[in-house]
Every structure is written in C-alpha cells, then in structure tokens.
C-alpha cells in the first residue's frame, strides 16, 4: 500500500506560480511512475504529466509543456510539481498518482494510488 499526501494548492493570480507536492508513506515511491493529473471544473479529468521510477524520464501533455515542471527524489519519497505561467484555465483540482506500470501511463486506470487532490484556482 502506498499513501499520497498533497499539499501546496490555492488561489492565485494569471501568470503566478505556485508548487505542489506530493509525499509518499508505505512502500517507497521510488517502484512507481508519478503521474499528474488535473480535473478543472466540469470537466473529466485528464493527464497533464508524468516522471518515470529511475532515470526520471518525463512527459508532459502539449498545453503545459514549458510552464509545468515535475520532479521527484526518491530518498525523501516526495514529487514536485512546479507550475508557472499559470492560466485562468489552468484552474482545478491537481492530482498526484502512483502507477505500477512499466509503461508511460497517461490513463487513470493506469493508476494505483491517488493522493487527495489540493484546489489551484487562478484568478484572471
């Protein structure tokens, strides 16, 4: 079992930025792809980025590419998420998420783990 706690989240202005993070308990995160995921208000919610378990490969869907960042260090079990630039529409609840899989996982099913997800909203 692996638990997520969140934190970081709140209420900023267009082109602030703001730090999430994501820190893991139970059997280490290292194991784990970190995934990223976001769900903006009635909306589904969608993949935004993820890092690898080893060499920290990362990927990042188009509209955050260059403004997102994700990071881990496996020592402190904890992953990063650092966003700039942010955007009115940037706004919504941003996820943390632990995946098995070997593959790049991009789908929630994917996913074992979930943390609680903080609150981003950007004012415009």
């Known amino acids: 079992q692996v638990q997520l706690v969140e934190s970081g989240g709140g209420l900023v202005q267009a082109g602030d930025s703001l730090r999430l993070s994501c820190a893991a308990s139970g059997r280490t995160n290292s194991t784990y792809t970190m995934g990223w995921f976001r769900q903006a208000p009635g909306k589904e919610r969608e993949f935004v980025a993820s890092i690898s378990r080893y060499r920290c490969y990362t990927y990042y869907v188009d509209s955050v590419e260059g403004r997102f960042t994700i990071t881990r260090y496996n020592a402190q079990n904890t992953v990063y998420r650092q966003m700039s630039s942010l955007k009115h529409e940037d706004t919504g609840i941003y996820y943390c998420?632990?995946?098995?899989?070997?593959?790049?996982?991009?789908?929630?099913?994917?996913?074992?783990?979930w943390g609680q997800g903080p609150q981003v909203t950007v004012s415009s």
């Open positions: 998420a632990a995946s098995s899989a070997t593959s790049s996982p991009r789908k929630m099913l994917e996913y074992d783990y």
